[in-house]
């Protein structure tokens, strides 16, 4: 079945405690993004990915690290994270030839 | 990359047609106009996509006026599985900017029975 997984899906931390979300797809997309939703402000766009070792800042990169080592996996990385950045975390994929983006579950992270 | 505008909520009968409008007055040439759709907190799903001429496929139709400034979603005969946040999403053009994607607000669709 095509689809784009992430772990953890539900993550309580505290503030410093370097973490990583996992995303990984199997449809051999090149494309991959990280989203971040919040009450009141949509889905923002945090970083992505056109292919390997190819990523951008979206709108609100900071505070985040994002590594493309290998086409189905984009994890994100929080080195230090601070309670503004407890939130619902979407992961997206695409193929750069078709124009459907198919998105993760979620992880819910909550940072005391 | 071009805004969004998008009224914050609507409401509407079940299977009647929902119309959903956006306006994407700053839109270039070569950007697409995009709508997702998001169900109670899951991962948004795609729904249709334009760039100028008007679109049907078998979840719904997308008219785009002629200046390409705004562009209305329609949802023929809406179901009470369809009230979710819709989102119009303007896609950046080109190069490396291809894959950078900014959300409006989204407007909330409540279908009622």
């Known amino acids: 079945e095509a689809q784009v997984t992430q772990n953890p899906r539900y993550l309580i931390t505290v503030t410093g405690k370097k973490l990583t979300v996992t995303c990984s797809q199997n449809?051999?997309?090149?494309?991959m993004s990280w989203y971040r939703q919040d009450p009141g402000l949509g889905l923002r766009q945090i970083y992505y990915?056109?292919?390997?070792?190819?990523?951008d800042k979206g709108d609100v990169p900071e505070g985040y690290k994002v590594s493309r080592k290998e086409k189905r996996n984009f994890p994100l990385i929080l080195e230090s994270p601070s309670p503004n950045q407890t939130s619902l975390y979407f992961c997206?994929?695409?193929?750069?030839?078709?124009?459907?983006?198919?998105f993760g579950p979620g992880t819910r992270l909550t940072v005391l | 990359d071009a805004k969004t505008t998008q009224p914050t909520s609507m409401d509407c009968a079940e299977g009647r047609a929902a119309n959903l409008p956006c306006n994407h007055s700053?839109?270039?040439?070569?950007?697409?106009v995009y709508w997702y759709r998001q169900i109670h907190s899951q991962g948004p799903q795609y729904i249709i996509h334009?760039?100028?001429n008007n679109e049907t496929n078998e979840m719904a139709s997308l008219i785009i006026t002629e200046d390409r400034k705004s562009s209305t979603l329609i949802l023929p005969h809406a179901t009470l599985r369809d009230t979710a946040v819709y989102y119009c999403?303007?896609?950046?053009?080109?190069?490396?900017?291809?894959?950078?994607?900014?959300f409006g607000q989204g407007t909330i669709l409540t279908v009622h029975p």
């Open positions: 997206a994929s695409s193929s750069i030839r078709t124009d459907t983006q198919y």
């Open positions: 990915s056109m292919n390997v070792e190819v990523t």
């Open positions: 999403i303007v896609r950046g053009a080109g190069g490396t900017s291809y894959g950078k994607l900014t």
């Open positions: 334009g760039l100028k």
């Open positions: 700053t839109i270039s040439g070569n950007e697409y």
């Open positions: 449809m051999n997309h090149e494309y």
